[in-house]
């Protein structure tokens, strides 16, 4: 279960660790190279000391110029991505497209809490921690402005505003509590709000960049030793695709999650393509998410696209098989819900579109203070970098991505649902225990008090991407495609 801000979780050994061994000192490479290089500029002027030799004095300083330069590159980046978006989807256009879409934003409301079954709880999860008592009207009307229509209580339209107040009624009837009276002098409380705040990011020197793209070459080396060949789709999205030895066997999609692209599921991709040779496979690339320097950043409509485009252009007229980790899961869930028929089964690996309105999600990525070593490399690779952060906190609406049990596939026939759900027990990002307690429900049928029952299974005592470490998550992985 995630901390709140308000009681920061004590700090362990390998935090600090990792803070003097690897975040510190990349830190320091980007506030030191501009100093650096006035220095050597000095020195070889004669200004400071002894010159040094040229062969020792200009790798220097043309690695402090490229640092230096490259810093100047990341704050002109973060100063566009400061501007919220300018056109955030709104829940009926988001939903327009799918096969039960929704009339309003109200709609939307009464089915978000048809599975909440804690109101107070929940909301004081957004809320900081704040005693659900203590929240008045006006501080609900704020959340509810951001949270189902991205934006603020001002922006708000006055129709807008009508389903505002009615949701915020509706809050309180179903916790069944008296509103508290509102003080004129009192600002509203604060709450989780990602995409309205300030962009926040952190610097980090080139040649972690740099050692990415190397990294992630030798990987592009390896799949096309594999028999894999890249498209560039869009300039945002890239994919590889092995045609297969065989037309009969599901083609399979994998969808990578956030850090370093591809390349950090080598081992369960080796594994796949060593057992799925009569298999066709594509593997979406999305740099934006993957420390590749891409400024631009797909939105929904667009990455559907990209994947229509190529599945159409290699012939694939039947449904397919995909398999997402983490960020992956969002792409999965805009396939299954707007693209149904193109779903044969879907594994999901740490997703984190399920039970998607719950507080940890946003505050563990975005809010949480660091507390021990993974804690600290999570948030400083991955939330705080510049691409990912613009992505999560520019360009995601959790209404647009959320993935209810109902809108899961099923047979047709027998109404089995079509997929599988892996999660990690110390999952460090969603509260995995309440989500695994969501998901045991079932899905429900339509016109129907009876839930299916849906394949879920939790990895004991690994956290968030860990899986990859070890094999025998692998086994569970690829039974799901027999």
């Known amino acids: 279960m995630a901390r709140h801000a308000s009681k920061p979780a004590k700090k362990t050994m390998d935090y600090y660790l990792c803070l003097f061994a690897v975040v510190l000192p990349l830190r320091a490479i980007v506030y030191m190279t501009p100093v650096v290089m006035a220095g050597l500029i000095a020195n070889q002027l004669g200004w400071m000391g002894t010159p040094l030799s040229l062969w020792l004095a200009i790798p220097l300083l043309a690695y402090c110029v490229i640092e230096s330069t490259f810093t100047l590159y990341y704050l002109h980046s973060k100063e566009a991505a400061q501007p919220l978006h300018p056109n955030p989807p709104q829940i009926v256009t988001a939903h327009a497209k799918r096969s039960e879409p929704l009339p309003s934003a109200l709609a939307f409301f009464e089915k978000l809490f048809a599975h909440i079954d804690d109101v107070p709880a929940f909301l004081e999860g957004h809320f900081y921690g704040v005693p659900f008592p203590q929240l008045t009207r006006v501080d609900l009307s704020h959340w509810c402005a951001f949270a189902f229509f991205s934006k603020s209580l001002a922006q708000a339209s006055a129709e807008e505003i009508d389903e505002i107040h009615v949701m915020v009624t509706r809050m309180y009837q179903l916790a069944n509590r008296v509103e508290p009276p509102v003080e004129p002098s009192s600002p509203p409380r604060k709450y989780l709000q990602p995409n309205l705040e300030p962009f926040q990011a952190t610097a980090r020197p080139f040649v972690i960049y740099f050692a990415t793209m190397a990294c992630n070459a030798i990987c592009s080396m390896w799949l096309r030793w594999f028999g894999f060949q890249l498209y560039q789709a869009t300039p945002e999205i890239r994919y590889w695709h092995r045609p297969a030895r065989s037309t009969e066997t599901t083609p399979l999609v994998f969808l990578h999650g956030v850090g370093i692209g591809l390349l950090t599921y080598v081992p369960l991709l080796w594994k796949l393509f060593v057992s799925e040779t009569n298999r066709q496979i594509f593997l979406l690339d999305m740099p934006y998410i993957a420390m590749q320097l891409s400024d631009a950043v797909p939105e929904k409509e667009g990455t559907i696209n990209v994947i229509t485009s190529m599945l159409d252009r290699h012939g694939i007229s039947t449904s397919v098989h995909w398999m997402g980790h983490s960020f992956g899961s969002i792409v999965m869930s805009w396939v299954c819900q707007e693209k149904p028929h193109l779903v044969h089964y879907l594994t999901f690996l740490d997703p984190i579109v399920f ?120 086994a569970d992985v690829l039974s799901t495609l027999k």
């Not at 975005?366 to 952060?389: C, H, K, N, V």
């Not at 089995?416 to 899905?443: T, W, Y």
Request: glycine share 6%.
């Open 355 to 474: 039970a998607l309105w719950l507080h940890d999600g946003i505050y563990n990525i975005m809010y949480r203070e660091p507390s021990t070593g993974f804690d600290l490399i999570l948030w400083y690779f991955g939330s705080q970098e510049i691409g990912i952060a613009r992505t999560m906190r520019r360009h995601l609406c959790w209404y647009e991505s959320v993935l209810f049990p109902e809108n899961l596939p099923r047979h047709p026939e027998t109404k089995k649902v079509l997929a599988s759900i892996f999660m990690s027990e110390k999952d460090c990002i969603i509260n995995a225990p309440a989500v695994l307690a969501h998901l045991k429900r079932g899905a429900k049928i339509a016109d129907s008090a009876t839930s299916v029952p849906i394949h879920t299974a939790m990895w004991p005592g690994i956290t968030h991407g860990e899986m990859i470490l070890y094999p025998s998550t692998y």
